[in-house]
């Protein structure tokens, strides 16, 4: 039996998502640099738009785990082309992944799309911006 894929745990939790407002399910898996893999949902919440994207869950879930280095990130939904982190997780993603991080983005039917964070989020705002 062969390892499962990074999208294979996205895919897998992405039934879990809480969304019965858009009934959009998404679902995020990280690799962290330490090896761990962290997943998360999007939740959402009746109070539009308060709810929570799905790489900030697996992110969330990553920091409390410990890890605060991305390695990979992959994202699904079911959608025509593949999903894409929306603004506020690219920049999410950004604070804890190096340059060069692949972020692969999918849908139910197997499309994917494969870019590196600076790729998806160029000239993301970072910390060294706000040291004098």
Do not use: W
């Not at 990979?72 to 604070?95: F, L, M, N, S, W």
């Not at 999918?106 to 060294?128: Q, R, S, Y």
Request: net charge negative.
């Amino acid at each position: 039996m062969s390892e499962k894929t990074l999208m294979d745990h996205a895919m897998g939790i992405r039934t879990r998502a809480h969304a019965p407002y858009s009934g959009f399910q998404v679902g995020a898996a990280i690799r962290a640099a330490s090896g761990s893999i962290h997943t998360g949902v999007n939740v959402e919440n009746a109070a539009y738009p308060e709810g929570i994207c799905a790489e900030a869950g697996a992110i969330a879930a990553m920091v409390a785990a410990g890890d605060t280095v991305i390695a990979e990130v992959a994202v699904v939904g079911d959608a025509p082309d593949p999903v894409t982190p929306c603004g506020g997780c690219r920049q999410k993603i950004a604070e804890f992944a190096p340059k060069g991080t692949k972020v692969t983005m999918g849908n139910l039917a197997g499309d994917e799309i494969v870019m590196t964070i600076e790729e998806l989020l160029p000239h993301a705002f970072a910390k060294a911006q706000m040291e004098s």
